[in-house]
């Protein structure tokens, strides 16, 4: 069964219900059903062409409201010439899905940019930091490096974006606060 893999489509009583029943999902990606979704390519496009021409033909000869009974027989015209085997298949082999072909939908899209972005800049550059300081044969947190320190470095790096600049302040207040319990821990054990 292939289905839109959209978080709100798909819940565990029904892939529950697919497992037990022995049917197998296929989840198409969320947000993706014009490249993937092979009805919305072969059928309710051109399904939503037809009954607009259908519409815009009532509207030139009669009224200008559409009654119920006149977009019903404009839709029934435009099923009937949109609702082919042919184009139902159509729509699978655009998508890729039968006869099965990634390479359909993988050649429609761009590939990501050359540049790092921002963050794998941070990432590539607190990586260098740690290697270096192992290669110097120095601890990965070296007891001379106060993490505050680190903190206001970090800060006024306008290098850094905002959203790095708030992981590593929250990653350096986890490790003062694991530091601290642990001081007090082995306190404890030192009393007992």
């Known amino acids: 069964m292939i289905i839109d893999g959209h978080s709100s489509h798909v819940i565990a009583r029904f892939i529950a219900f697919c497992i037990l029943s022995k049917i197998d999902l296929f989840l198409l990606p969320p947000h993706s059903s014009h490249k993937t979704q092979p009805l919305d390519l072969s059928i309710f496009g051109p399904l939503k062409t037809v009954i607009n021409l259908e519409v815009d033909q009532v509207f030139r000869h009669s009224t200008i409201r559409l009654p119920r009974v006149e977009w019903t027989l404009a839709y029934i015209k435009a099923r009937a010439r949109c609702f082919k085997a042919s184009s139902i298949e159509s729509g699978f082999r655009k998508a890729g899905i039968y006869p099965f072909n990634p390479e359909v939908l993988l050649s429609t899209l761009t590939p990501p ?68 319990n642990a001081i007090l821990a082995r306190r404890e054990l030192r009393e007992k």
Do not use: C, H, W
Request: hydrophobic share 30%.
């Open 113 to 180: 940019p050359r540049t790092p972005s921002p963050e794998n800049q941070v990432i590539s550059r607190i990586s260098d930091g740690s290697r270096i300081l192992r290669a110097r044969g120095s601890p990965r947190t070296p007891k001379a490096l106060n993490l505050r320190q680190i903190v206001d470095l970090v800060q006024n790096d306008r290098d850094i974006p905002s959203s790095a600049r708030d992981l590593i302040r929250d990653l350096i207040d986890f490790a003062e606060d694991r530091d601290t």
